[in-house]
């Protein structure tokens, strides 16, 4: 009970308001994830955990939608300085090809989401797909770690620091060993039925 006790003295920081702030600012630029602010708010009130977990989901797409906006007015000169253009143009090509899945492994995932953001509107991938994405992933992450807390209390506290990053991690190549078995039998099998 005794880190109960320390949260319950930090009500002035770890405050839904500072969490919708920080979850906006963590997906333009600042280095610390919103899920640090969210954890200790589902410990201290369960019963509205998933409601904290909406409103990370929320900041964290509005912080994304300024960064694709930041991105799509002055991303892709700073990116021009840092590359080839022969290299952003593969780059750029292979982001419009996987925009979607890029957006939603990045969202879900402990990559830093900001360098997606940016970046999706320095490619100019599509904004529909990319909130869209950043919706369904986001989401996917912050209302996993709620409901972990809310089901298993300060116990699973540890478990998320130590390993969620490597969980999220795990999840997305386990899909995308799913995904490419089954476009590999539906290529092998396409090509079968010609011969």
Do not use: C
């Amino acid at each position: 009970m005794a880190i109960l006790d320390w949260l319950h003295h930090l009500t002035g920081v770890i405050n839904p308001t500072n969490l919708l702030i920080m979850a906006i600012i963590e997906s333009i630029f600042f280095p610390i994830p919103p899920d640090t602010m969210l954890l200790p708010l589902v410990l201290l009130d369960p019963q509205r955990g998933l409601a904290f977990a909406g409103l990370t989901t929320v900041g964290s797409v509005i912080g994304a939608i300024i960064g694709y906006f930041l991105g799509r007015w002055g991303g892709r000169p700073l990116l021009e300085r840092l590359a080839a253009q022969d290299k952003l143009e593969r780059v750029a090509a292979l982001y419009r090809r996987y925009e979607f899945w890029a957006i939603g492994i990045a969202g879900f995932t402990p990559i830093p989401y900001k360098v997606f953001t940016i970046s999706a509107g320095a490619f100019e991938l599509q904004l529909g797909s990319f909130i869209v994405a950043s919706l369904l992933s986001r989401g996917a992450r912050f209302f996993l770690e709620a409901i972990l807390v809310m089901l298993y209390g300060q116990e699973v506290m540890g478990f998320i620091d130590r390993y969620f990053n490597l969980l999220t991690v795990v999840l997305v190549g386990v899909a995308a060993l799913i995904w490419l078995s089954w476009y590999g039998w539906q290529h092998w099998h396409g090509n079968r039925r010609e011969e």
